[in-house]
T-cell receptor, first 111, second 116 residues
Framework: GEDVEQSLFLSVREGDSSVINCTYT??????LYWYKQEPGAGLQLLTYIFSNMDMKQDQRLTVLLNKKDKHLSLRIADTQTGDSAIYFC???????????FGAGTRLFVKA | DAGVTQSPTHLIKTRGQQVTLRCSPKSGHDTVSWYQQALGQGPQFIFQ???????QRGNFPDRFSGHQFPNYSSELNVNALLLGDSALYLC???????????????FGEGSRLTVL
């Protein structure tokens, strides 16, 4: 189908790790992304992974990609209250013109 | 370095009216994509413009049209507005043709359209 799927809500305590999961749709997508949206703002790229990789680490962020299952995850270590936001999984479809987004996961971080 | 700018930030229209939204891409970017984000939803791809042509289109009716100017800025036009067109309209710019770079999109803060 057309939809990128992700769970809608996640609540964690400050200092814990957060894991946000996503299932994408097109096995030939070249890049997979995680975008972050804070209230009243547009989306901002958090991190990305190229489709020939299975893991990428960037400071507190770890992205895991399972191409066989078309599954993408984002782990945020030592989650802070400032990480509270909506996180969107997205894929760049083959051809390179169209980026498709999931519905977003709202992350709540409790102090 | 100015990022992506959109105008207006908020507007209210009535059913049947027409609206034009504007976008200036980030400096150095030549590609503009438009997205519709309904409340509580993810951005839905409307279309993408490159070299003043519509390069790809999402699943939106012909009431949604656009334009790209020689300076790479873009407009989104929506005719015969429906209540369901109420949403945040996001413009995103990027660089170059497919196969180059990471495809990262740089988003503006959006134009919030309310249709009464």
């Amino acid at each position: 189908g057309e939809d990128v799927e992700q769970s809608l809500f996640l609540s964690v305590r400050e200092g814990d790790s957060s894991v946000i999961n996503c299932t994408y749709t097109d096995s030939s997508s070249t890049y997979l992304y995680w975008y972050k949206q804070e209230p009243g703002a547009g989306l901002q790229l958090l991190t990305y992974i190229f489709s020939n990789m299975d893991m990428k680490q960037d400071q507190r962020l770890t992205v895991l990609l399972n191409k066989k299952d078309k599954h993408l995850s984002l782990r945020i270590a030592d989650t802070q209250t400032g990480d509270s936001a909506i996180y969107f999984c997205a894929e760049l479809r083959a051809g390179g013109f169209k980026t498709i987004f999931g519905a977003g996961t709202r992350l709540f971080v409790k102090a | 370095d100015a990022g992506v700018t959109q105008s207006p930030t908020h507007l209210i229209k009535t059913r049947g009216q027409q609206v034009t939204l504007r976008c200036s891409p980030k400096s150095g970017h030549d590609t503009v994509s438009w997205y519709q984000q309904a409340l509580g939803q993810g951005p839905q791809f409307i279309f993408q413009y490159y070299e003043e042509e519509e390069r790809q289109r999402g699943n939106f009716p012909d009431r949604f049209s656009g334009h790209q100017f020689p300076n790479y800025s873009s407009e989104l036009n929506v005719n015969a507005l429906l209540l369901g067109d109420s949403a945040l309209y996001l413009c995103a710019s990027s660089q170059g043709t497919s196969g180059r770079g990471t495809g990262e999109l740089f988003f503006g803060e959006g134009s919030r359209l309310t249709v009464l």
